[in-house]
């Protein structure tokens, strides 16, 4: 189970994922899923 070890104040963005890479740095990558998408507007069919 993961134990949190510091409170480091990062800022999240929705649609990233955060990590600690092998240096021990805070990363972040996009994730393939999760991203907030705008609804298409659906015209009138004539």
Known sequence: MAE???KVG???VPG???F???DGD???AKM???V???KAKKGKKK
Request: aromatic share 10%.
């Open 4 to 6: 949190k070890v510091a």
């Open 10 to 12: 990062v800022k999240k």
């Open 16 to 18: 990233y994922l955060y």
């Open 20 to 22: 600690v890479d092998k």
């Open 26 to 28: 805070i990363s972040r």
């Open 32 to 34: 393939a899923r999760g």
């Open 36 to 38: 907030a998408r705008k």
